[in-house]
């Protein structure tokens, strides 16, 4: 009887032990102490050789042995633990990914530098003068490109865009513009006959800053080392696909200029077309 109530009681106490793992652990520790100090102890009793080595190695060897037990009884809630972090860390990088992209946003234009505060730079669809830049946001001056006037507005980028969108350096336009305007009429007129007129009228306008224009062309074009329009006008000639006649400018003109420009060769067109339209002889069915 007194056999079975021992037997018990140690089957109880084995019960307890595994379902503690605390306790399971210091036992293990207090363990692997004692049997290291007894090695160790030995060692400087009886060992002729490099005492320090020895015990170095020892204390090494211990001290794996009881991170490798102590990690395989609690490997379980080690386990549990890992993935709580990892669900966590994943939330936090969810609930934080626009702030994460908008942090390497500002690392990229650190880094490459595609743009410097006072520049003319287009982001997707939005064109402005680059005001300020922090790391969550591009701050832009909106500028209308149709007449390279500020718009009054002010955008507030955020840094994402900018590793999701095209950003274009429009520097150069904020002195001198590459302008195109068309021009739509009727196919009365034959545009021909008056062409060399409107040459003329394009480059007496252009005559005050041609000087300059060539040099600054040339300054950009040794900047992107690629061949640009310019500083000539250009005009071209064509039809649309409804048979209206189509006049297209191309004027290399100070920004400020463009557009006073286009309404000055706006105005000569008008003039010659009707004036050609009137001299030319009515046809009768």
Not at 131 to 160: F, M
């Amino acid at each position: 009887m007194e056999w079975l109530n021992q037997t018990h009681n140690f089957k109880t106490l084995s019960v307890v032990l595994a379902n503690n793992k605390f306790v399971i652990a210091l036992l293990f520790i207090f363990i692997f102490y004692m049997i290291k100090y007894l090695i160790v102890k030995t060692i400087k009793k009886k060992s002729k050789q490099d005492k320090k080595l020895q015990i170095n190695i020892v204390n090494n060897i211990f001290t794996i042995m009881m991170i490798v037990m102590v990690f395989n009884i609690w490997s379980e809630e080690i386990q549990k633990f890992a993935f709580s972090i990892a669900a966590f860390i994943v939330a936090i990088v969810l609930a934080t990914r626009e702030f994460i992209q908008c942090f390497i946003g500002f690392v990229y234009i650190l880094s490459s530098r595609p743009f410097r505060i006072g520049d003319w730079v287009q982001v997707g669809n939005h064109y402005g003068e680059v005001h300020s830049t922090d790391w969550a946001k591009l701050t832009l001056l909106e500028v209308n490109i149709d007449d390279y006037q500020y718009t009054g507005k002010t955008l507030y980028l955020p840094n994402s865009q900018l590793i999701t969108s095209v950003i274009k350096n429009l520097n150069f336009l904020k002195r001198y513009a590459m302008h195109h305007f068309t021009i739509v009429r009727d196919d009365s007129v034959n545009p021909f006959e008056f062409i060399d007129q409107l040459y003329n009228k394009a480059n007496l306008y252009c005559n005050d800053f041609k000087e300059v224009a060539i040099r600054y062309n040339q300054l950009i074009e040794n900047r992107l080392e690629v061949h640009i329009a310019g500083p000539e006008p250009h005009i071209q000639i064509a039809t649309s696909e409804l048979g209206d006649t189509q006049i297209f400018f191309t004027i290399f003109c100070p920004t400020e200029r463009a557009l006073e420009i286009e309404q000055k060769l706006t105005a000569d067109f008008m003039t010659l077309w009707f004036k050609q339209k009137t001299a030319s002889p009515i046809s009768l069915s």
